[in-house]
């Protein structure tokens, strides 16, 4: 196949990837919040194609985003359809008499689906979930701290000094080995950066240094921050996550940006309470202000800091 087929069916592939819900003929323009109604009165399928055909730039935007953000240029179609998922989620737990527009009421849920599928495709398995990527993160953690260089042929000795530390049976703890191993390919769990921002490409549980015990305990505290963090609501998590400036799922301080067609990994910003309380529609930077004090009490308390 020549090169200017290529580009044909590159073209048509793009196209036909961002005009999913498209319908031809467009259907009737009616304000969104009524097609919702609609839906619900007449419970016909055609409104929310009605809906969908509307929404798709938005759609659009919304994987394009989470595509450049976590690098993952291939998976456009999955994520959209993900943020898909996450409106069908709204629409099951939404009741329209409560008198808020589902266009506000959806967009936790999309962005729920969005970031599901994210931990999913950088964990490189696709059942894992919301609680066993915290067990993940743990075990690998323990993992490191070993210092074994464990694979396929790991020890029974350290499986089981994992297992029992992590209260789960010796067969489930070498899946999440050979899970986790996979995902440190995509994903660092630990980085280290230097004095600029730039990663040092260093794992900060491998003891490169003449102090075992400050490393130690350098690891023991990666751990509780890690456990500390999971314990918190979701709502938590992502208020934290988004002021401090780092990514909830993988913990980098950067996120990856096409330019030119090329990877880029740029810092994340921090977002101040107004910008996280906007972004949730949230109806003040109070809100915002009060769950990210809450939260750091509650870590606080988890790691009985005094």
Request: aromatic share 10%; proline share 4%; with cysteine.
């Amino acid at each position: 196949m020549s090169k200017e087929q290529n580009e044909v069916l590159e073209q048509q592939r793009y196209l036909l990837e961002r005009r999913m819900y498209r319908l031809d003929p467009a259907p009737p323009k009616l304000p969104l919040q009524e097609c919702i109604e609609l839906y619900f009165d007449e419970n016909k399928d055609k409104y929310l194609s009605w809906y969908l055909h509307d929404r798709e730039p938005m759609l659009n935007k919304l994987a394009q985003d989470a595509c450049q953000r976590y690098g993952l240029p291939e998976h456009f179609v999955d994520i959209k359809q993900a943020a898909v998922c996450g409106i069908l989620t709204a629409l099951q737990k939404y009741d329209p008499s409560i008198g808020t527009p589902f266009v506000a009421f959806q967009k936790q849920y999309i962005l729920d689906g969005i970031e599901d599928y994210i931990r999913t495709a950088q964990s490189g398995v696709i059942t894992m979930t919301t609680d066993t990527y915290p067990v993940l993160r743990r075990i690998m953690a323990i993992y490191h701290q070993s210092g074994d260089d464990c694979s396929d042929d790991c020890s029974d000795d350290s499986v089981q000094r994992i297992a029992d530390e992590v209260a789960m049976d010796a067969k489930s703890i070498r899946k999440y080995i050979a899970i986790g191993t996979l995902n440190e390919r995509r994903v660092d769990f630990y980085r280290q950066y230097d004095e600029g921002g730039e990663e040092t490409g260093e794992d900060v549980t491998v003891d490169t240094t003449s102090q075992p015990d400050k490393l130690y305990f350098q690891a023991v505290l990666y751990d509780a921050l890690h456990r500390a963090y999971d314990n918190l609501t979701y709502r938590e998590q992502r208020t934290v996550a988004k002021h401090l400036g780092f990514c909830g799922i993988c913990w980098s301080v950067k996120k990856a940006v096409l330019i030119n067609g090329e990877i880029e990994y740029r810092p994340i910003k921090p977002m101040t309470f107004e910008e996280i309380s906007h972004s949730a529609s949230r109806r003040s930077d109070k809100a915002s202000g009060r769950t990210y004090k809450n939260a750091l009490e509650k870590m606080r308390k988890a790691l009985c800091v005094k």
